[in-house]
């Protein structure tokens, strides 16, 4: 797509950043602190938040400790419990953007519909629900966690009563005196379940594979403590640190020896045993796979609500719905006034790669049709000047994806001032593409790390791979390794491609027509290797 006559009066910025979650906010931060002013953040929603704007179901809490899931250059004193609320995380957000001044670069109920590279202009057309603009960079944070994933059900068109996904909560049916059917039983169901159990006549929940829960240590964070992180920040420093150490030193376990996880797994059965009385009851519970595979859960509340005589476990997915009467793959027929589907999202197919089209003419969809693949979680084959956060293999099973965010973050500022090293912000013609055999060389070193993880050989099926069984989304290292793997942008792993100067036209031939004169003008790549 070459330029267009009426590009001047489209806006033009050096960097868009999509989502505003905690990656588009973070990134709109660092491109501050970096001294850049000329930049927006897109965002489809009319607030900022992404995952924490989105979820805002009974019982929504992160189950990282909230000294660790907020950035590190944004401390807050004032988390009100060690594993706070949504409202209080969405809140945060909102203070960083105020904080850090990035109102002014917002642009609220701006859906991306298409993203489109120019080979010729070396930059990106972005067309969104309020119009079109083109930029040099995009950083794409749209996250993992940001479009719902309901199963397709025969019948369930034709259910008389409300049907919601746990990330589009509606909080104008009112559940009280319902009988209420809770589908899947991963993080949001964990907490759903006792938060709505109390009020509802009858809840039921379909189970298709039971996760480990560990409890959930939580407690109300005292005023003498936040009292000390206010007067003498570097507390709250080392409290973080804290936090951070103890996990960093679980992930050996994790993703070199599974087998250490035992101990764990046991703490989890007396977690059950202790609530879940019924023999019955607690077999249906039970895992068959080693503890860690699967998402580890958090919850003090879970079993105890699940042993309450108004709920029912149907160990079975949900196989059909006819009328009112939920039946499950197992013949179980159940009755139910609304269905609440908590199936998590589209991680390893994220729709947003759909919209997004690169140098080859395909969308990132097509070019990861058959996995997800990066350059160091960030950058992608074919598609110049496009980086996103929380990319492929970037995932944790353990700690705050704060961290990794971070790390991420420090890549792009390097990606940034790479290119205006060699130009590209000054004159816009010039862009950086990971090369092919970078990104195979960083995945297969990934993959081979991948083998000896639970996620991998726990024997379970889980959202961390893909339909091809392979582990795109998890990260099998610490987290201190991948901020040294992202510290700085390797020239080596890149194609420089720049934009050739207009040619000169001589004075015999300035009496050519004007499509004769853009033809010959139109800039021709080449590749500094």
């Given at each position: 797509?070459?330029?267009?006559?009426?590009d001047?009066?489209?806006?033009?910025?050096?960097?868009?950043?999509?989502?505003?979650?905690?990656?588009?906010?973070?990134?709109?931060?660092?491109?501050r602190?970096?001294?850049m002013?000329?930049?927006?953040?897109?965002?489809?929603?009319?607030?900022?938040?992404g995952?924490?704007r989105?979820?805002?179901?009974?019982?929504c809490?992160?189950d990282v400790p909230?000294?660790?899931?907020s950035?590190?250059f944004?401390p807050?004193?004032?988390?009100?419990?060690?594993f706070?609320?949504?409202?209080y995380?969405r809140?945060y957000?909102?203070h960083v953007?105020d904080?850090?001044g990035?109102?002014?670069?917002?642009r609220?109920n701006?859906?991306?519909?298409?993203?489109r590279?120019?080979n010729?202009?070396?930059?990106?057309?972005?067309e969104t629900?309020?119009?079109?603009?083109?930029?040099?960079?995009?950083?794409s944070?749209?996250?993992?966690l940001?479009?719902?994933?309901i199963?397709e059900?025969?019948?369930?068109?034709?259910?008389?009563?409300?049907?919601?996904?746990s990330?589009?909560w509606d909080?104008g049916?009112?559940?009280r005196g319902?009988r209420?059917?809770?589908i899947g039983?991963?993080?949001?169901?964990v907490?759903?379940?006792?938060?709505?159990?109390?009020?509802?006549?009858?809840l039921?929940l379909?189970?298709r594979?039971?996760?480990w829960?560990?409890?959930?240590?939580?407690?109300?964070?005292?005023g003498?403590?936040?009292?000390?992180?206010?007067?003498?920040?570097?507390?709250?420093?080392?409290?973080?640190r804290?936090?951070w150490?103890?996990r960093?030193?679980?992930?050996?376990?994790?993703?070199k020896r599974?087998?250490?996880?035992?101990?764990v797994e046991?703490?989890?059965r007396?977690n059950?045993?202790k609530a879940?009385k019924?023999?019955?009851?607690?077999?249906?519970?039970?895992?068959?796979?080693?503890?860690?595979?699967?998402r580890?859960l958090?919850?003090?509340?879970?079993y105890?609500?699940?042993?309450?005589?108004?709920?029912?476990?149907?160990a079975?997915?949900?196989a059909?719905?006819r009328?009112?009467t939920?039946v499950?793959a197992d013949?179980?027929?159940s009755e139910?006034?609304?269905i609440v589907?908590?199936?998590?999202?589209h991680v390893?197919d994220m729709?947003i790669?759909e919209?997004?089209?690169g140098?080859?003419?395909?969308?990132?969809?097509?070019a990861?049709k058959?996995g997800m693949?990066?350059l160091?979680?960030?950058t992608a084959?074919?598609?110049?000047?496009w980086?996103?956060?929380i990319?492929?293999n970037?995932?944790?099973?353990?700690?705050?994806?704060?961290?990794i965010?971070?790390?991420?973050?420090?890549?792009?500022?390097?990606?940034l001032r790479q290119?205006?090293?060699?130009g590209?912000r000054?004159?816009?013609r010039?862009a950086?593409?990971?090369r092919?055999?970078?990104v195979?060389a960083?995945?297969?070193?990934?993959?081979?790390?991948m083998?000896?993880?639970?996620?991998?050989?726990?024997g379970?099926t889980?959202?961390?791979?893909?339909?091809?069984?392979?582990?795109t989304?998890?990260?099998?290292g610490?987290?201190?390794?991948?901020r040294?793997?992202?510290?700085e942008?390797?020239?080596?792993?890149y194609?420089?491609?720049?934009?050739?100067?207009?040619?000169?036209?001589?004075?015999?031939?300035?009496?050519?027509?004007?499509?004769?004169?853009?033809a010959?003008?139109r800039?021709?790549k080449?590749?500094?290797?």
């Amino acid at each position: 797509m070459g330029q267009h006559a009426h590009d001047h009066e489209r806006e033009h910025v050096h960097v868009a950043v999509v989502g505003s979650g905690f990656g588009g906010l973070g990134a709109a931060v660092r491109l501050r602190r970096e001294g850049m002013t000329d930049f927006v953040v897109l965002e489809r929603a009319d607030s900022v938040g992404g995952a924490w704007r989105d979820n805002s179901y009974p019982g929504c809490a992160c189950d990282v400790p909230s000294h660790l899931y907020s950035f590190s250059f944004a401390p807050n004193p004032d988390w009100p419990r060690t594993f706070s609320g949504q409202r209080y995380i969405r809140a945060y957000l909102e203070h960083v953007a105020d904080t850090f001044g990035l109102r002014p670069h917002l642009r609220l109920n701006h859906e991306v519909r298409l993203m489109r590279w120019d080979n010729d202009a070396l930059r990106w057309e972005i067309e969104t629900s309020r119009g079109t603009l083109t930029a040099d960079v995009i950083v794409s944070a749209t996250g993992p966690l940001s479009d719902p994933k309901i199963p397709e059900i025969p019948g369930l068109a034709g259910f008389p009563g409300k049907v919601f996904h746990s990330a589009r909560w509606d909080h104008g049916y009112d559940l009280r005196g319902k009988r209420v059917a809770v589908i899947g039983t991963g993080a949001s169901a964990v907490q759903i379940v006792p938060a709505i159990q109390p009020e509802v006549s009858r809840l039921t929940l379909f189970q298709r594979t039971p996760p480990w829960v560990m409890p959930r240590v939580d407690r109300a964070i005292s005023g003498a403590e936040r009292r000390l992180h206010r007067a003498l920040p570097f507390t709250g420093t080392l409290r973080r640190r804290l936090l951070w150490g103890i996990r960093e030193l679980q992930v050996h376990a994790f993703t070199k020896r599974p087998n250490e996880l035992g101990l764990v797994e046991s703490l989890a059965r007396a977690n059950m045993t202790k609530a879940i009385k019924d023999p019955v009851l607690r077999a249906k519970l039970t895992p068959s796979y080693r503890i860690g595979c699967k998402r580890i859960l958090l919850s003090s509340s879970y079993y105890p609500a699940l042993a309450r005589p108004n709920v029912d476990l149907v160990a079975s997915g949900l196989a059909e719905v006819r009328g009112s009467t939920l039946v499950a793959a197992d013949g179980t027929e159940s009755e139910a006034d609304a269905i609440v589907f908590g199936t998590g999202f589209h991680v390893t197919d994220m729709p947003i790669a759909e919209r997004v089209v690169g140098a080859d003419g395909i969308t990132l969809a097509e070019a990861w049709k058959d996995g997800m693949e990066s350059l160091r979680g960030a950058t992608a084959a074919g598609f110049p000047n496009w980086m996103t956060i929380i990319g492929p293999n970037t995932g944790l099973g353990n700690s705050s994806m704060i961290l990794i965010i971070e790390s991420q973050l420090n890549y792009m500022a390097d990606y940034l001032r790479q290119l205006d090293g060699l130009g590209g912000r000054r004159s816009g013609r010039v862009a950086l593409g990971p090369r092919p055999a970078a990104v195979r060389a960083w995945n297969h070193q990934v993959q081979e790390r991948m083998k000896r993880t639970v996620w991998n050989t726990g024997g379970c099926t889980s959202w961390y791979l893909d339909e091809q069984g392979r582990n795109t989304t998890a990260w099998p290292g610490t987290t201190a390794e991948f901020r040294r793997a992202t510290r700085e942008v390797d020239l080596a792993e890149y194609e420089v491609i720049r934009a050739a100067a207009p040619e000169r036209v001589p004075r015999q031939a300035q009496k050519r027509t004007s499509g004769e004169r853009a033809a010959g003008s139109r800039a021709s790549k080449e590749s500094v290797r």
